[in-house]
């Protein structure tokens, strides 16, 4: 049975507010994707540290994500979506599942270079860039499904061109 209580969370849960915020999220994680790529764009640099430093800081970038997708995956946007709107229960299933699969190529990527030590690194440096560069291409599709799908289920127009 539906009490009250399940009623108000349904109502906050459907807030433009609310789903403004994950926008928000969207927008910051691509601003440290984009930090991270163009920190790679630059030369490969003479000694190791670097390398260990931005594989490092994507290993920060991982546990960020990590509640990201938590938080996706328990704030009830995309099952409200579908509710709304059913035809979208195959989109909102497929986005879903890619998380674990991009939590795990970052882990491949740490694993792989995180601890370069042999000089010089730029090979390992234009392996960080390469593996990143792939990443990032999957993740922006990733988000712009998950919009796609928020966006529709919310027949909302919230500014999410960018
Ligand atoms: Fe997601
Ligand atoms: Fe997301």
Not at 135 to 158: I, P, S
């Amino acid at each position: 049975m539906l009490t009250e209580a399940d009623a108000m969370a349904s109502i906050e849960r459907s807030d433009p507010a609310i789903l403004g915020h994950l926008l928000a999220e969207h927008r910051e994680l691509f601003q440290q994707l984009s930090n991270l790529r163009a920190a790679l764009a630059t030369e490969s640099p003479p000694g190791c540290d670097r390398v260990r430093e931005v594989v490092s800081a994507i290993g920060g970038l991982r546990s960020h994500l990590a509640d990201h997708f938590h938080q996706e995956e328990t704030g009830g946007f995309l099952e409200e979506s579908v509710a709304r709107m059913p035809r979208l229960g195959a989109a909102a299933t497929e986005v879903l599942g890619q998380h674990p699969q991009l939590l795990a190529d970052l882990d491949a990527l740490v694993a792989r270079f995180g601890d370069a030590r042999t000089a010089p690194c730029a090979e390992e440096w234009r392996g960080v860039r390469g593996a990143f560069e792939a990443f990032m291409a999957r993740m922006q599709a990733h988000e712009r499904a998950e919009n796609a799908v928020v966006q529709q289920g919310y027949n909302e127009d919230l500014g999410i061109d960018d």
